[in-house]
């Protein structure tokens, strides 16, 4: 090998690898020992065969050469294979090449034992479970590794009991120095390469192929559809090295020993009287290195979707039973695997089960429209089983049926298998329990903590005063969710919660976050954890009944408005008092102090900053007497994003205004009012002179009107499902 021309093509493909999308994730590099390494990695696209060399020699250092099919060969691509240290698997001095330079150290290798790059990993499985069944994988790589040892153990053992034949065998491996082979070891390190998202769709490379080649053989347009598709359109690769494992461990056998031990000349291709007893080593090493590659799958959304497709027991699911099952997956079932996750599926789930904003349903389902996996009929999915039964030898297959291909990844993940499996079964009545319980847990730790983090003594209020609320009611035909105003708690909105929920609704008043702790809670926060807070309460109600409304106090109105926007399932909306211009002192401050800061942090006079305004709230035994400056123009700014939003809101809308509000103009809720492109929209005012209208004197006549407001779309949903909700008149004084 050139060794200018290999450093020279890694640094042309960390170029390539620049221009294109790809977003290459190495993890367990700790797992690569020292010595002489084989790798050995799943197959899946030929791009692993040119970016896996280039990452783990900038990991270890060491040149890495790979086996590569010998219809590779031809052409530029088997000049550019030989600069990158690639050997021809018809290379017939190969397996000593391979063997030599294990010894020595002077070069790691990376073998795909499984051979094809589309398996069914079912026959492995069967294999585990029923070794008379199944297919084996190639052994190569271990066999390749135990003569590696079996060759360094002899020459060591012999290096005085037989000088004459460790000479010959230095001779035949061109060895120089014998000490870097004595002191030296074999590994094979399990690798795992993940890609996600998997798509196969027409792109540019594929189209320029078709361009210049008259005659295209279907297996390389289908590398170039997949392949392409990685390229230009982005995936992640997840690069996932396992526990390495010892070669040197399975030559223990009373028969090896011997022949490691045996003066007589032995050839490189000689048959060796422990020669079965070699194989069974070799294929028990071999499959204990196929289970480690395969246990380090990066389990991903698509994972989760194809696996419940396939595992769920019936011919059709509603769309969102479909996704609170893979949403229990992703958030409850993951945790008490060992699964490797994408980091995806490290973050917070609840969007799968509302306006699926990082498209992670959307783009599952529209690939398994397009290949014919499901139809989707009025929210329900109905799935054409026998995609999930294709030959996997076919190289087509990922092509014709990824999602079966994708559900095959990890059928050797035998945990996630049993809970995928157990969650498919589950009636749709208990997932829709599990999804609310779980959703209530996960707000009230998330309070626990934040509270404990941001505790100050006598300042923060009482636990139960910030903590999320549930009010259960008589019926699951319509529940609504409650958002309290900025610098507030959930406790705020008690009091209309009872009302609602003397009158048969379940109430939820959920908390944003920042809220019922302190201030400095507060001043870390920005608008997307309040839409994250608002979202996770939708989705509990949503589990419960049938019907959502949400409903908000001032800013928690803007926030449930912005809900609303995004998600077409939100049966109305109602908002007391939004912001749209505020009038407090406190904000009109705000502005002028946050340029002050920034003059102070380019000057580095950070002990000038000015990050709280000191405030006299209506409620001070809920509200906070400090505003974070940096809160606060979150908020606002929240508030304009909001603005081009409310055009797109189509179910029916109530907003409610206190006539002299001093901290929200009614002027600035009017345009807001203006602004809603719900057809069904209804503007009410109330003789109140101040800002807090659901508690208090007064309070009851906007109770009694925000209830109306839930019974009329309660009543409309009873009597007319199938049609859209009346529209109501635009503006009304009371």
């Known amino acids: 090998m050139n060794r200018q021309a290999y450093l020279a093509t890694g640094r042309m493909i960390a170029l390539l690898e620049g221009f294109s999308k790809l977003r290459v994730h190495v993890h367990g590099k700790e797992n690569i020992p020292k010595g002489a390494v084989i790798f050995a990695v799943n197959h899946f696209t030929r791009i692993e065969t040119v970016l896996l060399p280039y990452h783990i020699h900038q990991l270890t250092g060491v040149p890495v050469w790979s086996l590569a099919h010998a219809s590779l060969f031809a052409g530029p691509l088997g000049r550019f294979l030989d600069m990158m240290g690639a050997v021809s698997t018809r290379n017939p001095d190969r397996d000593r090449v391979i063997v030599k330079t294990l010894l020595t150290g002077e070069a790691n290798w990376i073998i795909f034992p499984e051979g094809r790059m589309v398996k069914d990993k079912e026959l492995f499985q069967q294999r585990r479970l029923l070794p008379a069944l199944g297919v084996r994988p190639h052994s190569g790589a271990a066999t390749l590794a135990l003569r590696t040892e079996f060759y360094r153990q002899r020459m060591t053992q012999l290096e005085h009991a037989a000088p004459e034949e460790v000479s010959r065998l230095k001779g035949l491996f061109q060895i120089a120095d014998l000490a870097p082979v004595v002191e030296g070891k074999c590994w094979i390190v399990p690798v795992n390469i993940t890609y996600y998202p998997l798509r196969a769709r027409e792109n540019a490379l594929s189209t320029l192929a078709g361009l210049f080649m008259k005659e295209m053989s279907l297996r390389l347009r289908e590398e170039i559809l997949t392949e392409g598709s990685m390229l230009l359109s982005g995936v992640d690769i997840d690069i996932r090295f396992g526990e390495a494992i010892e070669p040197a461990l399975y030559l223990r056998g009373r028969s090896i020993q011997a022949d490691i031990l045996s003066t007589a000349p032995i050839g490189f291709d000689d048959r060796l009287p422990s020669l079965d007893d070699m194989k069974r080593e070799s294929v028990k090493l071999m499959e204990r290195c196929m289970s480690s590659i395969y246990q380090l799958t990066t389990v991903n959304h698509d994972h989760l979707f194809a696996s419940m497709l396939r595992a769920y027991p019936f011919k059709t699911i509603a769309e969102d039973d479909f996704r609170r099952r893979v949403f229990l997956l992703a958030t409850q079932c993951l945790n008490s695997t060992d699964c490797h996750r994408h980091h995806s599926l490290t973050t917070d789930q609840?969007?799968?089960?509302?306006?699926?904003?990082?498209?992670?349903?959307?783009?599952?389902?529209?690939?398994?429209?397009?290949?014919?996996?499901?139809?989707?009929?009025?929210?329900?999915?109905v799935k054409d089983r026998s995609k999930f039964s294709a030959p996997f030898e076919l190289q087509r297959a990922r092509i014709d049926n990824p999602l079966g291909v994708i559900a095959n990844e990890v059928l050797p993940l035998t945990v996630l298998q049993r809970e995928v499996h157990l969650t498919a079964w589950l009636p749709s009545r208990m997932v829709k329990s599990r999804v609310a319980a779980l959703l209530e847990r996960q707000a009230k730790e998330e309070f626990a903590r934040d509270y404990a983090q941001f505790y100050l003594e006598k300042e923060s209020k009482p636990a139960e005063v910030g903590a999320?609320?549930?009010?259960?009611?008589?019926?699951?035909?319509?529940?609504?969710?409650?958002?309290?105003?900025?610098?507030?708690?959930?406790?705020?909105?008690?009091?209309?919660?009872?009302?609602?929920?003397?009158?048969?609704?379940?109430?939820?008043?959920?908390?944003?976050?920042?809220?019922?702790?302190?201030?400095?809670?507060?001043?870390?926060?920005i608008g997307r954890e309040w839409v994250e807070s608002v979202d996770l309460g939708y989705a509990l109600m949503s589990a419960l009944c049938d019907r959502v409304v949400l409903g908000g106090f001032s800013f928690g109105g803007g926030v449930a408005l912005d809900c609303a926007s995004r998600i077409p399932q939100v049966a109305g909306v109602f908002a007391v008092c939004p912001p749209q211009r505020l009038l407090d002192i406190s904000s009109r401050f705000a502005p002028a102090v946050t340029v002050w800061n920034r003059v102070m942090d380019a000057i580095k006079y950070q002990w000038a900053k000015k990050e709280f305004v000191e405030s006299v709230p209506e409620r001070p035994d809920l509200n906070y007497t400090r505003i974070p400056v940096s809160g606060l123009r979150a908020m606002e700014r929240f508030m304009r994003g909001l603005e081009p939003k409310l055009s797109g809101i189509r179910v029916p809308v109530l907003v409610?205004?206190?006539?002299?509000?001093?901290?929200?103009?009614?002027?600035?809720?009017?345009?807001?009012?203006?602004?809603?492109?719900?057809?069904?929209k209804k503007y009410l005012m109330f003789p109140l002179q101040r800002h807090g209208i659901l508690a208090g004197s007064g309070s009851h006549e906007v109770h009694a009107a925000l209830g109306s407001f839930v019974e009329e779309i309660l009543a409309r949903a009873a009597s007319h499902p199938a049609l859209e909700a009346p529209k109501l008149p635009e503006a009304t004084t009371l």
């Open 656 to 680: 409610a205004q206190a006539e002299w509000d001093p901290v929200v103009d009614p002027q600035g809720s009017q345009r807001l009012f203006e602004m809603l492109g719900s057809a069904s």
């Open 468 to 525: 999320p609320i549930l009010l259960k009611g008589s019926s699951r035909r319509l529940g609504v969710v409650l958002v309290h105003g900025f610098l507030s708690v959930p406790a705020q909105m008690l009091e209309l919660g009872r009302y609602l929920q003397e009158r048969g609704y379940w109430v939820y008043l959920l908390r944003l976050r920042g809220h019922g702790t302190s201030p400095e809670d507060l001043a870390v926060r």
């Open 350 to 381: 609840v969007s799968l089960l509302t306006d699926d904003r990082y498209h992670k349903y959307s783009e599952f389902v529209q690939i398994a429209q397009e290949k014919g996996v499901v139809v989707l009929r009025d929210g329900e999915l």
